[in-house]
C-alpha cells in the first residue's frame, strides 16, 4: 500500500541550527502538508503546499520556516534557525485530488532542539 | 481560529465495550476525518465522510457526519486490545486548505 515516509525519524539538533526534515508523498498525490505536534498535544497545520507555491500557511509557519519541492518526489521543510519550541513531532501529508480529500500521513520526524 | 471540541478526553474500559467519542464545533465542515495514532507513529486515517447526514462504517468502526454539519461521532463495538491509542477527528471547513484537528481521545482498555 503506498504510504508518505519522512526521514529522519529522529532529529538532535542545536539551538539556532537549521534543520530540513525530508517528505516522499505518496506518488500520484498533488497536495502536500506540513502538520507538527508538540508532545501531548493535538496536530496543528503548519502549511500547505500545491503546484509548486504554498496555498495556505497558519501564524506558526513564520519566516525561520519554507517549504520546497526540490525535485519530483521529495518535499522539504526547512526551519533556518531552531528555538528551543520548536520541539515536537512533525508530520508530512498528502492527498490526491484536493484539500477536501484524505489526507495521509507519515510516521513523522521528531525534532528535538537542545 | 477554528476550533474542534473533542470530547471525552480520555476513557477507560473494559475489552468487549463498545466505546462513542464525538467532535463539536461552531464552524461548518465538509469533510470530517477520524484518525488514530500510537504512540511515536504518525495518525492513521480510519475514517472519512464528505456529507452531511453520512454514516460509514470500518468493520468495528462506525462514523457519522452531523446534520448541521458542525459535529460528528466515532463508534467503536467490542472493543480488544489493539483498540487502544489516541483517536483525533479533523475537519476541514469550506474553502480552506487544511484540517482543524480535535484533542484528541485517549482510549484505554482493561483486559
Known amino acids: 500500500e503506498p504510504e508518505v515516509t519522512q526521514t529522519p525519524s529522529h532529529q538532535v539538533t542545536q539551538m539556532g541550527q537549521e534543520v530540513i526534515l525530508r517528505c516522499v508523498p505518496i506518488s500520484n498525490h498533488l497536495y502536500f502538508y506540513w502538520y507538527r505536534q508538540i508532545l501531548g498535544q493535538k496536530v496543528e497545520f503548519l502549511v500547505s503546499?500545491?503546484?509548486?507555491?504554498?496555498?495556505?500557511k497558519s501564524e506558526i509557519f513564520d519566516d525561520q520556516f519554507s517549504v520546497e519541492r526540490p525535485d519530483g518526489s521529495n518535499f522539504t521543510l526547512k526551519i533556518r534557525s531552531t528555538k528551543l519550541e520548536d520541539s515536537a513531532m512533525y508530520f508530512c501529508?498528502?492527498?490526491?485530488?484536493?484539500?477536501?480529500?484524505?489526507?495521509?500521513f507519515g510516521q513523522g520526524t521528531r525534532l528535538t532542539v537542545v | 481560529g477554528q476550533q474542534l471540541n473533542q470530547s471525552p478526553q480520555s476513557m477507560f474500559i473494559q475489552e468487549g465495550e463498545d466505546v462513542s467519542m464525538n467532535c463539536t464545533s461552531s464552524?461548518?465542515?465538509?469533510?470530517w476525518l477520524w484518525y488514530k495514532q500510537d504512540p511515536g507513529e504518525g495518525p492513521v486515517l480510519l475514517i472519512a465522510?464528505?456529507?452531511?447526514?453520512e454514516l460509514t462504517s470500518n468493520g468495528r468502526l462506525t462514523a457519522q457526519f452531523g446534520i448541521t454539519r458542525k459535529d460528528s461521532f466515532l463508534n467503536i463495538s467490542a472493543s480488544i486490545p489493539s483498540d487502544v491509542g489516541i483517536y483525533f477527528c479533523?475537519?476541514?471547513?469550506?474553502?480552506?486548505?487544511?484540517?482543524?484537528f480535535g484533542q484528541g481521545t485517549r482510549l484505554t482498555i482493561n483486559p
Open positions: 503546499f500545491y503546484n509548486n507555491e504554498i496555498s495556505e
Open positions: 501529508a498528502s492527498t490526491e485530488e484536493g484539500f477536501s480529500t484524505e489526507a495521509f
Open positions: 465522510l464528505y456529507k452531511a447526514g
Open positions: 479533523a475537519g476541514l471547513i469550506q474553502g480552506a486548505q487544511k484540517l482543524v
Open positions: 464552524s461548518i465542515f465538509n469533510t
